[in-house]
Every structure is written in structure tokens, then in C-alpha cells.
């Protein structure tokens, strides 16, 4: 399997700028995860899909994000009017059901700087 | 809910002594466990993961954690340090729920190794 890819690595912006990343998941893994990841902070949870559904979203994720996966594939989070507290480390992780000791594979992030 | 609180969030160790990253969690059901290594700018890879079954667990370039239920323990091992291992630590939980299994992480160790 090929792993998990992101689109951009890096992406600067100027304050309330939108951005939009892109997930590519390992083919046929049908859950996808995003998470966010804070200098000196380990990753935080802050959507997921299975298949096309948006199953969960986190309280971090306030009215400005907002995340697609429209045909069960790649995904795209898409953050509006930026804000300088946006400025973080995005990774994306998939998996795949059916196993019991599930196993998230991370993307390598897309690492957002917010002016 | 769940935590993970990894103590000491920077280890120094001499190449080719041993390596213990220390992880303790808290969840209310029988948890998974899994470590996860960073190298700056990329996404995290997979060292080792407990499910159920025997409590030790060896993963790759020679890391093995060891499930302790009485501690709430998953301690990181490694007999020797290499200079290849300098990065940074996750360890982090998640619970088997219906819709997903959303790890939530530790801060990190960032272990330093010196020649």
C-alpha cells in the first residue's frame, strides 16, 4: 500500500484568509481522521468519517472548519477566515474496519503559519 | 475520559544505553495502546501497539512497552540507544467505540541521544 498522502506539506496565510487541505488515504481504508497538532502538543482529535459520513467532530472544531469526504476517498478540511491561533500542524490518519486492533496510518501534515 | 500523561517531556540518554519513555493512562474500559514516533516536519509511524493478549510488546527497531493494568502503566523500552532514535515520543489511548476509535495522545517525549 501506498501511505497516507497531504496536500500541501505547508501553507502560509495571511489573517482571515480560507485555506482548504487535502487528504488521500490508503486505498481501501474507509475511516479517515483528522487531527491537529500544536507546538509541544501531541495530536488532538478533531473529526472523523467512515465512508462518506462525518460521524464525529470535536468541540475544536469551531463553525469556521468544516471537512468533506464526498465520495468515500480523499477528504478536505477547509478552514475560513483564518485566525493566528490556527497556525498548527494538520495530520490526517486512515484506517480500516473490520479489525479489532484497529490501526491509524498518519499522513506526514500539512503544517499551516498564519500572519 | 481518557488521558495519557507521559512523564518528562525531554530524556537524554547515551548512544547504546537503554531508552525508557514513560506512559501512564486512565480510561474506564480496557484500553488499546500505542506508541508513536515523530522526526521533525513529518507525520507520526507506528512503533507498537497493545490490544489484548501478552502485555509485552515489541515493535519496530527494537522498542518494546509492557501493559501493566495495576500501574495503568505502558512504558517505552529500548536495551541501546542509537543516534537514529533522536525524535519524538507519542503514546496514546483509545477505547473501541461503535462509530470510530479517536486516539487521544500525550504530550510527547522528546528523547535526545548523545554520542
Known amino acids: 500500500d501506498t501511505g497516507v498522502s497531504q496536500d500541501p506539506r505547508h501553507k502560509i496565510t495571511k489573517r482571515g484568509q480560507n485555506v482548504t487541505f487535502r487528504c488521500d488515504p490508503i486505498s481501501e481504508h474507509n475511516r479517515l481522521y483528522w487531527y491537529r497538532q500544536t507546538l509541544g502538543q501531541g495530536p488532538e482529535f478533531l473529526t472523523y468519517f467512515q465512508n462518506e459520513a462525518q460521524l464525529e467532530k470535536s468541540r475544536l472544531l469551531s463553525d469556521r472548519f468544516s471537512a468533506e469526504r464526498p465520495k468515500g476517498s480523499f477528504s478536505t478540511l477547509e478552514i475560513q477566515r483564518t485566525e493566528q491561533g490556527d497556525s498548527a500542524m494538520y495530520l490526517c490518519?486512515?484506517?480500516?474496519?473490520?479489525?479489532?486492533?484497529?490501526?491509524?496510518?498518519f499522513g506526514p501534515g500539512t503544517r499551516l503559519l498564519v500572519l | 475520559a481518557q488521558s495519557v500523561t507521559q512523564l518528562g517531556s525531554h530524556v537524554s540518554v547515551s548512544e547504546g544505553a537503554l531508552v525508557l519513555l514513560r506512559c501512564n493512562y486512565s480510561s474506564s474500559v480496557p484500553p488499546y495502546l500505542f506508541w508513536y514516533v515523530q522526526y521533525p516536519n513529518q507525520g507520526l509511524q507506528l512503533l507498537l501497539k497493545y490490544t489484548t493478549g501478552a502485555t509485552l510488546v515489541k515493535g519496530i527497531n527494537g522498542f518494546e512497552a509492557e501493559f501493566k493494568k495495576s500501574e495503568t502503566s505502558f512504558h517505552l523500552t529500548k536495551p541501546s540507544a542509537h543516534m537514529s532514535d533522536a525524535a519524538e515520543y507519542f503514546c496514546?489511548?483509545?477505547?473501541?467505540?461503535?462509530?470510530?476509535?479517536?486516539?487521544?495522545f500525550g504530550a510527547g517525549t522528546i528523547l535526545r541521544v548523545k554520542s
Open positions: 490518519a486512515s484506517s480500516r474496519t473490520g479489525l479489532s486492533q484497529e490501526t491509524q496510518y
Open positions: 496514546a489511548v483509545s477505547e473501541i467505540a461503535e462509530y470510530g476509535n479517536k486516539l487521544v
